[in-house]
C-alpha cells in the first residue's frame, strides 16, 4: 500500500508518498507561503525537482496541488489517487483525549478539535490538514498520529505533576512529552539491533528541540518534556527545567508579561541565550574551540544535563542496555555524543572514540565491542513512523 504522510503547519505543508511494501519515498515535497502571497509548492520525485507558483489560500487547495504533482504524468509518480492506500498525519498535542494513534470518524473529528488548547500553535493546523484531505480526497482513511501518544505509557508516578490531585483531574495539566513518533522509532531500530525486546533504553532525541525518554521493554516509562516542550534538558533557545518562581523574579526584573516571560523562556534562552554566539551546535563547536568561554559553558550545560537524565533513567528502569542518539545534534554532533558519554563509565559504558567519528547510514554503535551498555547512533524518520502507524490501523 502507498501512504501519504502530512505534516501541516500554520502556512506550511510537508508531505511524502512512501510505499509501504518496501518502505520506500517515492516522493516528498513541501508546500510554503499557504494563505500568504507568494505561495509555492517544492515537489522531489525520481531524482527531479519541480516548483509550481501558484496561489494557496487555505491548506485544501495546498493539498489539491499535491495531489496534481503526485499524479503529474510528467512528474507524478501515481497513475491515480486510487493507489493511494491512506492519509497518515503528524498531530503535535493529544491531551487526554487521545492516548493512540487513531483513524478519524466523523465523532473523533469534533474530538480533535477539543485538543487545539494542549498546542495551540499547532494542532489547528493539524486540523486544517485532516479535513483538507477529507475534502481532496473522499473516502480516503485518515489516520492521526499525536508527538505524545509513544509518552501515554508512563506510570502515574513519571506523568503527574506534584500539584493539587484535583487540578490534575480538572485541567487535565501533567507531563505529556513530545517527539513521541521519534522516540518510539528509534527504541524500536535499537530493538531490532540488539535482538531482544526486554530493554532498558533511554533515547535521546537531540535537535532544534531536545528530549530523552527512558523505554523499558518497548514501552516509554518517562520523558523530559513536560506539559510542552519547554521543560527538560536546555535545547537551542528554550531553557528546559526552571525553577518557576526564577521566571517570576526574571519577569519583575525586566517588566515582562507572563505571555512575554513564556515566549522569552522559549525563544531567547537555551545554548543560543547562555553563549550569545547561536542556536547551532556546530556555530557553538566552532566558537568553543576558539576559546569562547559562553560557547564552551552552553555546550557543558547542555552536556551535563543530558547525561543527568541519562542516570536518572537508568535508575527509572533499574540499569540500562543502550543510549540512542537521534536528530540534528545525536545523528551529527560527534563532539557533543563524546561529551555526553565519556565519563558514563559508571553506567558500564565503554565509549569507542574512534566509531564516534564515522559516519555510516543506518544503525552505528559508537562503544566499543565489549560495552556492557551499547551506544548507538541511528536516524530518526518520523514520516516512516506515521506510515507504519496508518498502515497498522487501515
Ligand atoms: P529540528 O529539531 O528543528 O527539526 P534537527 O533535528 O534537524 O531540527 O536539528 C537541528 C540542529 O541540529 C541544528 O540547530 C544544529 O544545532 C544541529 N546540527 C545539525 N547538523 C549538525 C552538525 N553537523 N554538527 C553539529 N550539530 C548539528
Redesign the pocket.
Known amino acids: 500500500m502507498k501512504i501519504l504522510v502530512i505534516n501541516a503547519g500554520s502556512s506550511s505543508l510537508k508531505y511524502q508518498l512512501i510505499d509501504m511494501d518496501t518502505e520506500s519515498v517515492l516522493a516528498k515535497g513541501l508546500c510554503e507561503r499557504i494563505g500568504i502571497d507568494g505561495s509555492n509548492l517544492v515537489h522531489k520525485a525520481n531524482g527531479k525537482q519541480t516548483k509550481y507558483v501558484a496561489a494557496m489560500p487555505d491548506h485544501t487547495v495546498a493539498i489539491k496541488m499535491v495531489i496534481d504533482a503526485l499524479t503529474d504524468p510528467e512528474v507524478g509518480v501515481v497513475s491515480s489517487l486510487d493507489e493511494i492506500g491512506a492519509i497518515g498525519h503528524r498531530v503535535v498535542g493529544s491531551g487526554e483525549y487521545f492516548s493512540a494513534p487513531t483513524l478519524i470518524t466523523k465523532d473523533n473529528l469534533a474530538t480533535l478539535k477539543m485538543t487545539f488548547e494542549f498546542a495551540p500553535i499547532h494542532n489547528p493546523a493539524n486540523y486544517m490538514g485532516v479535513t483538507a484531505c477529507m475534502e481532496a480526497m473522499p473516502g480516503k482513511p485518515n489516520v492521526v498520529v499525536f508527538d505524545t501518544a509513544f509518552h501515554s505509557t508512563m506510570p502515574d508516578e513519571a506523568k503527574l505533576y506534584a500539584i493539587d490531585y484535583q487540578d490534575y483531574l480538572d485541567y487535565k495539566v501533567r507531563r505529556y512529552g513530545a517527539h513521541g513518533t521519534s522516540h518510539k522509532y528509534v527504541s524500536a531500530e535499537a530493538i531490532k539491533y540488539l535482538g531482544k525486546k526486554e530493554s532498558k533504553i533511554v533515547t535521546c532525541h537531540l ?3 531536545s528530549s530523552v525518554s527512558a523505554v523499558l521493554n518497548g514501552k516509554c516509562v518517562d520523558t523530559s518534556m513536560g506539559f510542552t516542550p519547554l521543560a527538560g534538558v536546555p535545547m ?1 533557545t528554550r531553557s528546559g527545567d526552571i525553577d518557576p518562581s526564577a521566571a517570576k523574579f526574571l519577569a519583575e526584573k525586566k517588566g515582562m508579561t507572563f505571555e512575554e516571560t513564556i515566549n522569552y523562556l522559549n525563544k531567547k534562552c537555551g545554548v543560543a541565550g547562555v553563549s550569545g554566539v547561536s ?4 556555530d557553538l ?1 566552532a566558537a568553543a574551540e576558539e576559546g569562547n568561554y559562553r560557547a564552551e559553558l552552553a555546550l557543558n550545560i547542555f552536556a551535563y544535563n543530558v547525561r543527568k537524565y541519562i542516570g536518572a533513567y537508568t535508575v527509572a528502569m533499574g540499569g540500562l542496555d543502550c543510549i540512542v542518539f537521534t ?3 545525536g545523528e ?2 560527534s ?2 555524543r563524546a561529551q555526553i558519554c565519556e565519563g558514563l563509565e559508571c553506567l558500564g559504558v565503554e565509549f569507542d572514540k574512534e566509531a564516534n567519528e564515522v559516519r555510516k547510514d543506518g544503525v552505528n554503535e559508537i562503544s566499543k565491542p565489549g560495552s556492557k551498555v551499547k551506544v548507538l547512533v541511528i536516524p530518526t524518520n518520523e514520516e516512516l513512523m506515521i506510515a507504519r502507524e496508518t498502515l497498522a490501523l487501515v
Open positions: 535537535g532544534g528541540g537551542g542556536s547551532d551546535f556546530r563547536q536528530a540534528g545534534i551529527n554532533s563532539y557533543t
